[in-house]
Structure formats: structure tokens, C-alpha cells
């Protein structure tokens, strides 16, 4: 019977594996789009150890030990396999050393069932413990690191390497399970039972604490006080090591640096993102961007997730296989633990219970301790998720671990030991059971409820992996020319920028750089996410984990006028707006210097320096002093008065110099009216105002992103931002205009010059007259110099150009 | 379609995961429907219960049931008129294939020949105890050996 069951469960084990390895090997394909991939094959080799080894396992299992528990090793087995694969799916050199670990534990326990006995274990305590404790002690001294840096936790010889600290929690379990065997019974004192085994502790928790190995010792602080509290019933016990932990913890916090660390990046970790809770948010992300169905094994990037093979394994499991996959890792977990908990009570004899409990607190506590830090429910202590993380000492440690349980579950047709006080052991299950649950409910809030928070993070890495997958909209000027596409293929997609003299207005969208201008502003359309069916979004993201492709997006510029205006400004610093005085429409929006953000990665620090400010749109992000630009809206407003700071505020108010235009563009913050001192406008905002005299004193809602070209609906326009404001009377406006028109062309226009400092600008206004029959437009100039010949040429020719296409 | 291909594989390594857990389930609750029907299958015989009082009235009857109280309450499974007798003297139950004899308390006890009973004791065919002054004597029907296995 219990070898049907456990052959089923391993055959089922099989085929969970098969699959997930299967997955793998096709990830690079599902990522391409193409079957034209290298295909992922090395995997295998470790599905191959796996099924061997465990197929002879099961045999010697089933043949030796009859009686034992059928769900144990199986369990066991499929998340060692679990975590044997995605281990290889990171990194196949640590896939290939964790293989030889697992070859290694599995020859152990396969020699372990041919033994017939475990009370060697009970008779040779001190010596084990003692072993154990010298190994220990000898990393004090010749103890390195793997990785070259850290804590040195480890004792290697050539390319193996041993830490400690793993076994010895298992012989710890072994040396008080043993010892309260041989004790209890005696009738002693329990307070003298119990001096030898705080002493022995005690000096291991030092050791440990002396090694900065915080995680491992909390770990053997707990164990200490489950199984006392198990073999004793005292719940005082409890109560102690509680305020011990509490008072260790405090006392830690204010004078140890690594703990006030751990606890700060813990409680708050959203204040040091990129410092010492990078760690933890990097996998909070993974996690969040596993979701619920996950991204499949192969298909996440769980290598932004700091040690991804061992401390955080569990956020990489998250992130590939979604809260389906964590809820099945929790539950089997679950299983081992109640399984583990049911042989401790069945067990023949003390020992052997106190043992059975021992290990299965050592495998709920640890597990709890280390996913529960994954997902923020705890402290991040650095240490290894049972079965599943890298890490041979803690495999091989894992392994003879249940090896011993599955030993025991086997005497399971004596009849059980007495069971005096049966609380601890209910006690210790909801414990443990609790813990996990907590995890499990921690998991959904940060892959649901807190998911697309958590995504939308600038410091998600996998932002950028998309821009490569998956085509960004392109943007259009108003005639549908190119202005900015995509160069390569999927997996190597960059932007393209083909016209670059508009780099400041249309901004870049840079892996290192981030975002600008409407390339920022026009994201969520560039990229998919706005504009697209519901339903395609979430198909997309379930079959490749990213949003589809995005939309392009057209603009009012015209890349004929631009190109014109582009060409006169050149190796001068200013900017120039044109725009539809009627409906706001921008034909024309320059700003001088430019960069080429085709060669970002070059350039880009040395444009951020740039004394001339390159990246700055200075059409809408510019604020100039107008000095007597201004006569034409005094003029509309107030006729021939004099000029006094009143008048001029009454201008400013009037015109919307006091207000941020609204716009898909980032602009200067508005202006406070009490400060005389600062009266400033941008171009943009002098385009508007003179687009009233133009349009009968109306300031339009400025528009440059027009139109969005959706699967469904075909060209959709995108809606302006503002509304078309009444700044004068239609007759005023008309009146201002008329008076500055120049004789024998159909335009008006004014310039003047502004003086601060040691700098001096120009400015030109200009527009069609109130009764113009086409369509009106209207013109601002700036010049970072005192030019106002090239100010006039530039705006003449460009409305006379504009008004004759 | 590659992705199509790879979220048909998705599915199914959820499905063989949650297989898993669902065999796991299964076999638990086969294991515990077994054990009901083992318990339920389990045949107890019956036992006869043949008391002397001490005015030499004898009363007799025979049981089917687990467990059987005698005692001087009426509501006794076994109700014995006799004033040394307490309300619930004692208690016949069938466990471990075996029917014991178990003293509730009884105010002048339990004796089985001159030992008194204190802790749960095994009864056979013919045993006799006293409680106050009525005797008992036991019958336990056979059973087959194999139906009891």
C-alpha cells in the first residue's frame, strides 16, 4: 500500500518535472516569438541525475523500510527537484555544483536505509555535537567564502566547500533530543535537567553570533526553545525565550550595525531602495511580477533578485510560477511538516519523538524564517529555504535530516510511546502551520493587491528587458512621417531617432537615462498599455509577460516647417513655437542647442553637464524676462496707458503668463504673482498669448500629440488637455493686431529685447491678420543673444512659409 | 505560437503540481474511509449478563451494544434493585477486541473474588464480580477469530 502510494506521487513528481524542464528548454522560443533560438538543454542532465538517484532511493526506501511514511520522500523529492531547476535555469555552473550535492545527498541517504537502527545517533551525542561544534570553531579561524567576499561561514578544500553550521543544527536536534531521552525520566529538578543543554547552547548561539551568522542563530535559539518546550510542556519556557529573543533583538538594534540594518531596511524599506533594501524590494517586484499565474520557468528575470539562488530562491520561484506555484511549494511544505509532526507522535519511543518534532521544526522553522524575509513578513535573515536553495551543506543536511524521519516513521506498527502532555506538539503544528499560512497571505498582497504598484517602479529592471521585446509606437508628424521608430528585432529592440533636432521636445527612452519629453508623457500609448482591448493586454501578458505592442502616435508637427526652422537656428541658442492661433495645434516647436539621442550611451553624462543645458525643451520648459515684447498685449488690454508694475501684472493675468499651459509635454511651474522680480514667460506660453490677437482673443488649448492609431478603432484623437480661454474683448484683440500688421504682407509682428544681467534676449512675435482667411497662425522667436535681425528673419520667413505651403 | 505552445505546458505543470497535492488528499481520505469500514466491518460479540441478587432473585439479559452500565438508576443499561448498589456502579465496554470491567466510583466497590477492582479489568466467559450484594456472571458469545482480524 505504501508503496503504490509513494511510487504514484513519484511518478507524478516525474511528470511535474519533465514539464518544468520541458518549459525551460523552450523559454528562449516563447521569449523570441521564433522557433529560429538556441534551445535551453542543459537542464536535463540534472532531471536525469534526479530520476535515477530517486528511482533508487524509492526502491531502497520501499524494500528496507516498508512501514515508512509514503509522502515524506516524495515531497521532499519534488521540491529538491523544483529547486535543482531553477537553480540550473539561473546559472548552469552553480545548476551543475548543486546536481553533484544532490548526487551526493542521495548516495547518503540510499546507504542510510541499509541501516537498521538510528540509537547510534542517541548513544554517540557528545561526540557528535562535539564534532559538529569544532567544525564550527575551526571557521573562526581557516573559515572562507565561496564567493570570495562576506562573512566567512565556510571551510573549503579545493573546489568543496563545507559550512558548518548546517549540519550542526541537525546534531543539535540530535544531542537534546538524546539527552532529554536519557534526563527526563529521572525525575530530576527540570531547571537541573536543562543547565548542561543551556551551557552547550549557548556557547553554540555564540559562536555563531561571533561569525555574524544572525539568521543560522536565531534559527538554533528557536529550535532550543521548541524542543524544551516539547519535552517539558512548560510554557514558561516559552515566555522566557520570548523576552530573551525580545531583549537580544533591542540590544542588537542599538549596537550591532548588521541588525539595525536588517530592521530598518525590514520596517522601512521604500526610504533606501537602491541601498540596503534593494535586496528586498528587488524581490518584492519578482514576486509582484509573477502575479498569479506566473511567467513560467524560463520566461521571468528573477537575476535582477540579489543571491537569487539561495536566499532568495523563493522570489524566483514567485516570479516564474506565480502564486499557483508558491501556494503548491507552501502547501507541500505543509504536508512534510503535519507528516513530520504525525511521526513524532507515533513514535516508539521518547527519543525518537522528541527527534522527529526536532527535525520538523527545524524544517517549518527555517522555511518560515526565510520565505517569510522574502516577502517582507520578516527580517531578512541570510539563510537556506530546506531542499530547494543552493547550497550542498544545507541539502545534504536536509536530506539525512528526513533520512531520520523516514527512519523513524518506519516503527510505526509498535505501539507509540506515552504521550503525557500532547499541547506542545498541537501547539508547535499551528505554529508552524500558522507561519506558513501567513506566508501564503503575505505572498497574495504583494503579487495582487500590491502587484502593479510594485511594477510601475522605476527600479523595476524589467522595464527596460521589455523596450527589447516588444516594438515601441512609433511617432508621427502630422503628415504621418517618421519621426521616431525602433532599430533591430525582438530581444534587441532600441529606439530609433530619425529626425534629431527634435530630441529636446520629443524627449528619448533610455535604459540608463529614463525617459523625456512626450517619449515620457506618451509611454503608456507607446508602449501598449492605453489604447489597447483589455482583453490583449491580458493575453499578452499571460503568454509573454509583457504588454503588446505599442501604439503610434501622431503629433501636430510638420516635419517640412521644422525642418526650416531647424536649419536657421542652427549653433544658436533659443527656441521657436508656430501653432494654429485657431485650434492650438503646434506646427513647429524648436529649441536649440540639441543632442543626438541616438548616441545616448556615449554622450548622455556629458549632456547632463552641458553648461548650454541641451536636454532642456526651452520652448516649454524656458522662462524669459519679456522686457518690450510686451507693448502689443499691453496695447490690447489697456490702449495707450502708461506702463507701471500693475499694468504689467494685469498683462501676465490676463494673458495666462500666471498659469502652466496644459499640455503632453512637461512645462515650467506657473509663476507666483507676487514676485515682480521673477516675471517671466516661455515660448510656449508667448505662442498662446499671441495666438489671441490672431484668433480674436482667444488663447487656444495648445495640442501637440494628436492622434493614437488603436487595433480597434483604427486613428483615435487624443483630446486636449485645456480649454481655449477669452482673454479680451474679440474687438481689442483684433485692434492689437491690426495695428503692429506690416505693410504689403499679411502678417503682424513685434519684437523686442530683454536685458538680465550680463544676459540680453530677443524676442519676435508675430501673426496673421484678425480677418486672415486660411488657416491662423501665430509665431514666437527666442534668442538666447542680442540679435533681432535673425529673430525677424526666422519668424518672417516661417509665416510667410506657413501661410503658403 | 511559441508562447501558445509553451502557456498549453504552463497549464499543464500547474495541473501535475496541483495532481500532486490532489493524490496526496486522495490517498489520505482512502486511507480514512478504510479505517471507518475496517471499524465499522469489526464484529464485537455480544455478551450476557447474569445477576444474583441477594434475596436469590436472578435477572438475565443480553447485550449487543459496546458499552453497558449497571448500576441502581434506572436509566441504567443494566438497573439492579439492591441498596449497597451505587446509581452507576459500573461500566462494561468492548475495546481492543476485548470486554473490560471498569469501577465508576462506586461507593462500596467492585470485587472479582476478594480482589477489588481499580483499574479496568479483562473480562472472559463465566468470570464473576460482586457489586454490593449482587452477584454477576458473564457469558461472552463466540466469534469467529477470522471476522474479528
Redesign the interface.
Known sequence: MNKITQSRLLQITAVFLFLQSLIITLSPAARARTWDVEFRFSQWIALGVWGLLVARAHYDITRKLPDADPYLFPAAALISGWGLLTIWRLDTNFGVRQTGSFFISMIVLIAGTRLLTIDFLRRYKYILLTCGMFLVTLTLIFGTNPSGSGPRLWLGYRDFYLQPSEPLKFLLVVFLAAYLADKLPSRLRTIHILYPTIILSGIVILLLIIQRDLGTASIFTALYTIIIYLATGRKRILLAAFFLMAFVGVAGYYFVGIVQARVDSWLNPWNDPSGSSYQIIQSLIAIANGGIVGRGPGLGDPGFIPVALSDFIFAAIAEETGLFGTFGLLAIIGLIITRGLRVALRASDLFRRILAAGITAYFGVQTILIVGGNLRLLPLTGVTLPFVSYGGSSLLTSFIALFVLIHISNHLDIDPAPLPKPQPYLALGAFLSLGLFACALTNGWWSVVRGADLLTRSDNQRRMIEEQFVSRGLILDSTNSIINDNHGEIGSFSRNYKYVDLAPVIGYTDPIYGQAGLEATLDDYLRGIKGNPTSTLWWSNLLYGMNPEGLNVRLSIDLYLQNRTDEMLVGKRGAVVLLNAKTGEILVMASHPTFNPNHFDESGTKLITDPNKPLINRATLGQYPTGSIMQPFIDALYGDESVNDNVLINVFKTFGFYQAPQIQLPVAPALSQDDIDTMRVSPLQMALASAALSNHGVIPAPRIAMAVNTPVEGWVSLPELGKPIEAIQAQAGDDAASSYLVENQTYWQHSGQAQEGESSFTWFIGGTPPNFQATPLAIVVLLEENNLRLAQRIGEELLVDAMHP | ???????I??V???I??????G??LF?LWQDLKQQGEFLSSQKKPGIHIHAVLENGKDIQQRFVQSEVTIGRDPNCDFPVIDEAVSAHHVRISYHHSQWWLEDLNSTNGTFMGKIQVIVPTVLITSDQFKCGGTTFTILVDMVDEKLLQ
Not at chain 2, 505560437?1 to 502557456?7: I, K
Not at chain 2, 501535475?16 to 497535492?21: G, I, P
Open positions: 505560437m511559441t508562447a501558445l505552445l509553451v502557456l505546458l504552463r499543464a505543470l500547474a501535475a503540481l496541483y495532481a500532486f497535492l493524490r496526496i490517498t
